[in-house]
């Protein structure tokens, strides 16, 4: 039973830039706060970006910011994050997820949804 899908991975240049979408599948995610992680091969998965029910709240990770936006489109059901000015650091998994207070996507311990919900993730490569 899928709940969370992203998609806008792919193959992109240094300096390039990518939208990467989570949509919610028969979920609804104008409910949730949502977060957006990254994981590559060999290193932990690594928490970028969160967006809260509230979409005036929103988080940034340091290695991200000022490079990245978060936004929600309720109507579509659907989680963005617009990644800018991108580095091949930047290659590697990325999967969003639902984040109760956007504590996971901090590293903070926390309240919790009763369960979480995560995306297949999609590949992104920054490679020239």
């Known amino acids: 039973q899928v709940h969370l899908v992203e998609s806008g991975g792919g193959l992109v240049q240094p300096g390039g830039s990518l939208r990467l979408s989570c949509e919610g599948s028969?979920?609804?995610?104008?409910?949730?706060?949502i977060g957006w992680f990254r994981q590559a091969p060999g290193k932990e998965r690594e928490g970028l970006s969160c967006?809260?029910?509230?979409?005036?709240?929103?988080y940034y990770a340091d290695s991200v910011k000022g490079r990245v936006t978060i936004s929600r489109d309720n109507a579509k059901n659907t989680i963005y994050l617009d990644m800018n000015n991108l580095k091949p650091d930047d290659t590697a998994v990325y999967s969003c997820?639902?984040?109760?207070?956007?504590?996971?996507?901090?590293?903070?311990?926390?309240?919790?949804?009763?369960?979480?919900?995560w995306g297949q993730g999609t590949q992104v490569t920054v490679s020239s």
């Open positions: 028969e979920f609804r995610l104008d409910l949730y706060a």
């Open positions: 967006i809260k029910v509230d979409p005036t709240f929103t």
């Open positions: 997820a639902t984040d109760y207070g956007c504590f996971q996507t901090q590293g903070l311990g926390g309240p919790k949804y009763r369960e979480d919900y």
